[in-house]
């Protein structure tokens, strides 16, 4: 429909936490939610986070976005036509391919569990 108002969507989603941003087509933001979520430390030097929660934090997010935005007074359902993603650098999750869900909690990117390997590998190279 002609003269529709288009939004973009923006996840954020951090080593701490998880933002939605809902911007106009002018690149302003319209309404926006963040949740934080729990980090997990299982031994020293390890850095852990649920997947399923973060899973969570992003559609709790967006879901929060959404009615912010329409309790503005800004029609968005339906109108976000595209959605950018960040993400928190070298986390790494691995899934159940039958299950889909989670095998493991995500090792979270400044993990040093591997430290001493990526030492010995730098001697050697």
């Known amino acids: ?10 996840i954020d989603q951090g ?6 941003i809902i911007y106009d087509r002018e690149a302003k ?7 934080e979520f729990t980090q997990h430390y ?6 852990e986070h649920d997947p399923t929660e973060i899973l969570k934090s992003v559609r709790v997010c ?4 959404v009615e ?13 036509k595209a959605i950018g993603l960040t993400n928190q650098r070298e986390t790494t999750v691995m899934w159940s391919k039958s299950t889909g869900l989670p095998l493991y ?3 979270v990117w400044m993990d040093a569990r591997t ?4 030492k010995r590998l730098e001697k050697e190279l």
């Open 29 to 35: 933001p319209v309404a926006s939610h963040q949740v």
């Open 42 to 47: 299982p031994e020293a030097g390890w850095v």
């Open 115 to 118: 430290s001493s390997i990526c």
């Open 68 to 80: 912010k935005a329409v309790a503005g007074g800004r029609q968005v359902k339906g109108r976000v």
């Open 15 to 20: 080593t701490t936490s998880t933002r939605f």
């Open 1 to 10: 429909m002609a003269g529709e108002e288009v939004f973009i969507g923006s």
């Open 105 to 107: 909690n995500a090792i």
């Open 62 to 65: 967006m879901e929060k976005a």
